[in-house]
């Protein structure tokens, strides 16, 4: 029996979506949508359609042909093969919760198992509770490093240090090969050294094919000049430094600091946990976010009722139980004392920043919504800021921060041997190092076998 591949997303950019089988047994790892905030209709305005909604995300390219995942009656007449009518035993992995991983998780049908990590779950749970999860389906959960089956084909999680919480790759081993894809992936996190452990244990297989998150190649000017490290460089920004921006900016300081970030990172958040604790700071979160940091980290959370009407009318049962466990923090106290808080604000809770306008404020940007720059929210918060004279602060750029530097991926591939590397989620995948193994830059959506040292283009 040969092992497969097609690929439908993520060749040229974000949004990875792949599928292996072996047989009739069929894995389709991460099903996300690319990340295109720049040129993407869709603008928190236009509301979606119900019933058309798999025909519309098929259509504007939010979803990829892929056969057997979605009900007949969702494709009505759109000629792809059905769930009802798939031959395969399918189950989708994902690698973690960012939304190009996983977007389209709730368009595939009911029947069709979808495996998450143990944390990951845990997180899309603590979501679901806030309204944040777009899918109400079941997903079967795993450990790292314990192995787990679908049909024949045995799947080990390994442990990624990316902020989102429960990140994980994929090691795959079907009766023939063994592939390993990195989900996103990064070494200048401050689990760093976990991550080269789990690369150090990887490469005591052999691994046929590597699929591997090569984000950062977009921005190399000379690939050639990329040398194997593990070393981070003083061009390149880690997770250490970020953090320790953050103390800087807020040691010494009478100003009040406002962050905006996204809270399915939980290690940025911890971060900001420890860092409010050394600079003696009470770090004040959004109720929904420490209903995360309540669930997932089970550390103590103040929180401040912004626009208390708004929850008033119908208080939700999470924000009930959160009410009575959170420290409440009135805004007299944030006002009167600015130099001991630390507050969150998220973009669309910007009215709240017209209550600090008589106070000197830092807004420390920490990868939250508007991400991108470019978009009309970003320039938007920016003059809001301007014209409420907050000092808007940036700590780094989001594709740096959350994806390994070209050196280390050089590192990665040079200690794993693959025979075969495929990059994914990079506008620049060609400029990936792979050291001795072959570079293959696969066309979309065809079919291929994977051969011993190549995959040989089926159709
Ligand atoms: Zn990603």
């Known amino acids: 029996m040969s092992t497969e591949l097609k690929f439908y997303e993520g060749l040229h950019g974000s949004g990875v979506v792949i599928s292996l089988c072996c047989g009739k047994d069929r894995l389709i790892f991460d099903f996300g949508s690319p990340f295109t905030p720049l040129t993407q209709i869709e603008d928190g305005v236009l509301l979606p359609r119900k019933q058309a909604a798999v025909l519309d995300a098929l259509t504007l390219g939010k979803l990829p042909e892929v056969e057997g995942l979605f009900s ?9 093969l059905c769930a009802e009518k798939s031959p395969w035993n399918t189950a989708v992995l994902i690698s973690h919760l960012h939304l190009d991983h996983m977007s389209g998780i709730r368009f595939v049908d009911p029947s069709i198992p979808v495996y998450l990590s143990e944390e990951a779950w845990r997180l899309e749970k603590a979501l679901r509770a806030i309204g944040e999860s777009e899918t109400s389906r079941e997903f079967q959960h795993f450990q790292l490093h314990q192995p787990f089956y679908v049909g024949k084909i045995r799947i080990t999680a390994y442990f990624s240090d990316h902020p989102c919480a429960g990140s994980c790759g994929f090691l795959i081993e079907t009766e023939d090969k063994t592939v390993f894809y990195s989900g996103d992936i990064r070494f200048h996190g401050l689990r760093r050294e976990q991550a ?9 297989k052999k691994i046929d094919l590597l699929i591997v ?28 430094q970020i953090n320790k921006l953050i103390s800087e900016k807020l040691a010494g300081s009478e100003h009040l600091a406002v962050f905006n970030l996204y809270h399915r990172d939980l290690q940025l958040i911890q971060s900001l946990i420890e860092i409010a ?37 119908h208080l939700p049962a999470w924000l009930q139980k959160l009410k009575k466990s959170a420290e409440i923090v009135p805004l007299s106290a944030i006002c009167s004392h600015p130099q001991n808080a630390m507050v969150q604000c998220s973009y669309r809770s ?15 940007h920490l990868y939250g919504e508007p991400m991108v720059e470019g978009t009309l929210s970003y320039q938007r918060l920016r003059s809001f800021l301007n014209r409420l004279n907050i000092q808007y602060i940036g700590a780094s750029t989001l594709y740096c921060f959350n994806h390994a530097y070209p050196n280390h991926l050089a590192e990665m591939i040079r200690r794993l041997q693959p025979a075969l590397v495929v990059p994914v989620h990079s506008s620049a995948p060609e400029k990936l190092q792979t050291d001795k193994a072959k570079l293959i830059l696969p066309k979309q959506a065809k079919r291929y076998r994977l051969e011993e040292n190549d995959l040989v283009e089926l159709d």
């Open 72 to 80: 007949r009656e969702a494709l009505q007449e759109w000629p792809l």
């Open 196 to 204: 080269w452990k789990e690369i150090e244990a990887l490469s005591k």
């Open 213 to 240: 998150d090569a984000m950062t190649t977009a921005f190399l000017n000379d690939p050639q000049e990329i040398l194997p490290s593990q070393e981070i460089t003083e061009q390149q920004i880690s997770e250490d």
């Open 277 to 313: 604790k050394k600079q003696q700071r009470k770090l004040i979160f959004e109720p929904e976010t420490a209903w995360i940091v309540q669930k997932m980290l089970h550390e103590p959370v103040a929180i401040w009722l912004q626009d208390y009407p708004r929850y008033q009318q």
């Open 350 to 364: 910007s009215f709240s920043l017209l209550d600090f306008q008589k106070i000197p404020t830092d807004y420390l």
